[in-house]
């Protein structure tokens, strides 16, 4: 027809390769990559490290330094109380080989002492200073060589007890600890499924994951120190019976001492 004209028809234009590579890729795309900003997660210990909110991050990190402090204190325990066992059974010895007490007490002075020695040297120490003094210095000289035997234990047995209350307080809060970084840690992972919305295992997995690492830390520093606790209690309780049942002794001994010097000193006035 003559009245019509035809228009020329215009070419589509047609997708470059990058457009086309990039399309392809977003349709390839898992939802889990999706919902982490198309990076993907590692799993492994120090991935899922990283990959934790910054407050399980804190949690982790205290749990550390905790486990690492309470590893520290448990070494110096069983190289400290072993030491005054050793001392302790080597004095047993030296005290009941029968050897002079003036003789003993002589050589102990001169250098430091632990455990039993410790009792040895100051109950002696109040027995030469009562000999120094007048003879009625003698009327209350067992009350105070067991006062000094019992003060002298209980310093031995604080500076045997002492940070073992840290394993203690390590072992009852590090499990609630890492549930709070664990508590944490899944309110975030349930945000992140809100804002992706996508709720497939692999979108839920890393985020829950992250969270109960915080546990197992918590659990990694609580369990070696409520053990060692338990252990490292029950030795210094035998060494604390020990020094118990020698302060007993040896106050008996001295007891027999003063009761012959008090009959002799009557005797000389007699």
Same mark, same amino acid.
């Given at each position: 027809?003559?009245?019509v004209t035809r228009r020329p028809a215009v070419p589509r234009r047609s997708q470059s390769a990058p457009q086309r590579?990039?399309?392809?890729? =977003? ?14 997660? =590692? ?14 991050? &804190? ?13 520290? *204190?448990?070494?110096?325990? /069983? ?18 080989? $029968?050897?002079?007490? =003036?003789?003993?007490?002589?050589? &102990? ?5 632990? $455990?039993?020695?410790? &009792? ?14 007048? +003879? ?12 000094? &035997? ?5 310093? =031995? ?13 390590? +072992? ?5 600890? $890492? ?25 839920? %997995?890393? $985020?829950?994951?992250?969270?109960? /690492? ?6 990694? +520093?609580? *369990?070696?120190?409520?053990? /060692? ?7 210094? %309780?035998?060494? !604390? ?5 020698? +302060?007993?002794? /040896? ?5 027999? !001492?003063?009761? !012959?010097?008090? %009959? ?7």
């Amino acid at each position: 027809m003559s009245g019509v004209t035809r228009r020329p028809a215009v070419p589509r234009r047609s997708q470059s390769a990058p457009q086309r590579a990039a399309g392809t890729e =977003e349709s390839r795309m898992s939802p889990a990559d999706a919902a982490t900003g198309g990076m993907p997660v =590692e799993m492994t210990f120090w991935g899922m490290f990283w990959g934790a909110h910054i407050v399980v991050k &804190l949690v982790m990190i205290g749990l550390l330094a905790a486990s690492l402090w309470s590893w520290a *204190i448990i070494i110096n325990k /069983f190289l400290l109380i072993s030491s005054v066992e050793k001392s302790m059974d080597r004095f047993e010895d030296q005290f009941w080989s $029968g050897n002079s007490l =003036e003789e003993l007490y002589d050589n &102990l002075s001169a250098r430091p002492t632990s $455990g039993m020695a410790t &009792l040895f040297v100051a109950a002696m120490h109040e027995w030469k200073r009562s000999f120094t003094n007048a +003879a009625s210095a003698f009327m209350g000289l067992q009350a105070r060589i067991e006062k000094v &035997l019992d003060v002298s234990i209980a310093r =031995e047995v604080e500076r045997l007890e002492s940070q073992l209350l840290v394993l203690a307080s390590v +072992a009852s809060a590090g499990p609630f600890i $890492g549930l709070f970084g664990t508590v944490w840690g899944i309110m975030s992972s349930f945000r992140s499924i809100a804002m992706s919305k996508n709720t497939s295992l692999a979108v839920v %997995a890393p $985020g829950i994951a992250e969270a109960l /690492f915080a546990t197992a830390i918590g659990l990694f +520093a609580a *369990i070696p120190a409520l053990i /060692f606790y338990n252990i490292l209690s029950g030795r210094v %309780a035998r060494s !604390q019976a020990r020094m118990e049942s020698f +302060a007993d002794e /040896f106050s008996s001994i001295l007891s027999r !001492q003063i009761d !012959q010097h008090v %009959a002799a000193e009557r005797g000389r006035a007699a």
